[in-house]
């Protein structure tokens, strides 16, 4: 069960206010701006939407409000992930119920898994809870700790019907380049590390997820055409600037960094929920300084 991905799907914030409150309205204007630059879908309640730090129910009712403004523009994917799995089935079933275009889930990140068959035992249940929507494994190993192979995943994938592939946000190119080799028209790998793109590219990539493409998709997309145009020094150029760009977002907070930035291209998001910290005006500043200085947002007409 393949599910066709392709170009960049971002990775949206959970639009809030300061006290944690979410701004269900503020949703259609997110929509509304990924279509305008150029992005294909749009994978929510993810890391940088902080969808473990939602409620079940909240987590039920920004998925309702992305299918109400989605159309036939964005394919949504709703990550589902959660370390209790009746509450990660309920999400699933829920999702696929209400029309998602697939859905996604974590390794649990308290309690983890140390084989493939413990893996597969915890998100057996939960894909099965998307039905015959195609479900992806999403692999960070930066946040779960979980760092079993990928390739022993794919082999194993038989066990999961509908799985369509793996959401990679790892560096490990060498397995990333084997579970693209191993997928044929049966899964997709979708890349997730922003900073790494061209280099996935030259690997084969087709579709990547990220933070980043919510404000900066046409600096990635200049990146994406050249590449394919085989300019490869401006595809380096736009590369570095990436790099450059994914540089100060860390020296402030990717999370806190991104709602901020969301700012500058006319979409409020917010702050972070707790215990991720807001910036302060001064470092507000700062970054928008440091931003604006690599000249790496477009504003879409």
């Not at 700790?145 to 390739?151: A, D, E, N, P, R």
């Not at 990539?205 to 493409?213: L, M």
């Not at 150029?237 to 790099?243: D, H, I, T, Y």
Request: aromatic content about 8%; overall charge neutral; charged content about 15%.
């Amino acid at each position: 069960m393949a599910a066709k991905l392709s170009g960049l799907i971002a990775a949206p914030h959970t639009p809030m206010n300061s006290d944690g409150v979410i701004q269900f309205s503020a949703i259609e204007k997110q929509a509304e701006w990924l279509v305008r630059s150029g992005v294909s879908g749009a994978f929510i309640c993810g890391t940088t939407g902080e969808g473990l730090s939602l409620t079940v129910d909240e987590r039920k009712r920004v998925a309702e409000r992305w299918f109400q403004v989605a159309g036939d523009s964005l394919k949504v994917i709703v990550h589902v992930g959660h370390d209790c799995v009746p509450d990660a089935v309920e999400l699933s079933q829920h999702a696929a119920a209400k029309g998602a275009f697939a859905t996604a889930a974590m390794a649990p990140t308290f309690f983890k898994p140390s084989s493939i068959g413990q893996l597969m035992s915890f998100v057996k249940p939960i894909a099965a809870g998307s039905g015959d929507v195609p479900f992806f494994f999403y692999h960070m190993t930066s946040m779960t700790g979980v760092w079993l192979s990928m390739v022993e995943f794919l082999q194993a994938g038989a066990e999961v019907p509908n799985l369509a592939g793996i959401k990679y946000t790892h560096n490990n190119m060498m397995e990333y380049q084997q579970c693209l080799a191993m997928s044929g028209d049966r899964y997709e790998i979708s890349f997730g590390q922003d900073e790494n793109l061209l280099a996935a590219l030259a690997l084969g990539a087709k579709s990547a997820v990220g933070s980043t493409y919510n404000y900066a998709a046409p600096l990635y997309l200049r990146m994406m055409k050249a590449f394919g145009e085989n300019k490869l020094a401006e595809a380096q150029a736009c590369s570095r600037k990436v790099v450059a760009m994914v540089e100060v977002i860390i020296k402030f907070g990717v999370l806190a960094s991104g709602k901020a930035l969301m700012s500058r291209v006319g979409v409020e998001c917010g702050s972070p929920r707790v215990p991720v910290p807001s910036l302060s005006a001064a470092q507000l500043k700062d970054l928008f300084a440091a931003i604006d200085k690599l000249e790496v947002l477009e504003v879409v007409a």
